[in-house]
């Protein structure tokens, strides 16, 4: 039975399964989930994610929720096949890996996700960007991947010379933050850049990519 | 010789993070301190552990880790065979676990950690708390509480029926903030009171207090 992943296509953290997914080669069902209408808020959806949010994935009576559990899962679960997203065969790789995983939860996402939410969902949902919010995010992120820029010229990626979920988890965001007035953020990092323009390129992304869009015209 | 040294300081709860996990595992290590106040983390001898200049950082032989949430995974694992178990070996019950290790790290910890800098860390400074961070953060965390109480009410821990990570990472915040006003927004959930209660009673939690006690 395959896999169901409840959640829509242009949702960062729903791309940021799909993404992992494809990486593996897995077959799964993507349900979609109004939350235009806020079907995420109401019983029945609450008893699959209590905080009402999406993506969720149901692997036959599992339910799981929160994106970054999800991709471990399924690379855990899928590790013998696709690419080898978490290095399990080599526990010094799988330690770096959840080291370059946890920054990106902890550093790199509390600076990059309140810029996306003001420029481009924010104004979608009614709300006028709050600037100062993103300039002190903007300053926060510009810290961040001066560091990413320092390791990106040691390794090819962030964990280290090999491809791993820790890259992954970024793609949703920064491919919405390129779209922002402040890419340079990215391309005047001559390292990030290439990183990015790597990561961004694998067929893996470029099967979701299309649908990342939430129509604003931008 | 220890093989493993945890660079930190007691009074960081990402710190205390770490130690709680050592100690469960009852695994030999040398503890060095990083003067914090002298700005020891922002110099280059740390920065070459951890290029954000962020306690804690580990030394397992040559393999140099930071962030403690990928530390504690990383011994829990490595170790697995020592102390107490802190993942599941069953595939289905640690994807459940992580789903609340993912829980604390996005949803608890923002709210909780603001709310200790402002409450309980910035009046040891001399800092002036800001009151609409604190109502903010509040709000934010009587939600999620809302959450826990319902997870509480049907399972013992909140990966299952064991103690594990998902619990264990919320133990430096929950000192913090039950010495602040905050504690009242746990009091009035019963089951995540009694979980709190159960899960800062452990031995090796009282090993990481005394340890910040001495310092």
Known sequence: ?218 | MAAIKVHGNPLSTASMRVLATVYEKEIDHEFVFVDMRAGEHKKEHFLSFNPFGQVPALEDGDLKLFESRAINKYIAYEYADKGTQLIYQDSRKMAITSVWIEVEAQKYDPAASKLGWELAIKPLLGMSTDTAVVEENEAKLAKVLDVYESRLAQSKYLGGDCFTLADLHHLPTLHYLFGTQVKKLFDSCPHVSAWVADITARPAWLKVLALQSQQ
Not at chain 1, 81 to 88: A, Q, S
Request: hydrophobic content about 40%.
């Open chain 1, 1 to 218: 039975m395959a896999l169901k992943l409840y959640g829509l296509p242009m949702s960062t953290c729903t791309t940021r399964v799909l993404a992992c997914l494809h990486e593996k080669g897995v077959d799964f069902e993507l349900v979609p989930v109004d939350v235009f209408s806020g079907e995420h808020k109401q019983p029945p959806f609450l008893s699959k994610n209590p905080f009402g949010q999406i993506p969720v994935l149901e692997d036959g009576d599992l339910t799981l929720f929160e994106s970054r559990a999800i991709t471990a899962y399924v690379a855990e679960k899928f590790k013998e096949t696709g690419t080898d997203l978490i290095k399990h065969n080599n526990p010094k790789e799988a330690a770096l890996v959840k080291v370059w995983m946890e920054v990106e939860s902890q550093n790199f996402n509390s600076a990059i996700s309140p810029i996306v939410f003001e420029h481009i969902v924010g104004p979608i949902m009614g709300k006028t960007a709050d600037q100062a919010v993103i300039d002190a995010n903007l300053e926060k992120l510009g810290k961040v991947l001066d560091v990413y820029e320092s390791k990106l010229s040691i390794t090819k990626y962030l964990a280290g010379d090999f491809y791993s979920l820790a890259d992954l988890h970024h793609f949703p965001y920064t491919h919405y933050f390129m779209t922002t007035p402040w890419a340079s953020l990215v391309n005047d990092r001559p390292h990030v850049k290439a990183w990015w323009e790597d990561v961004s390129s694998r067929p893996a992304f470029k099967k979701i990519v299309g649908a990342m869009t939430f129509g604003e015209g931008k």
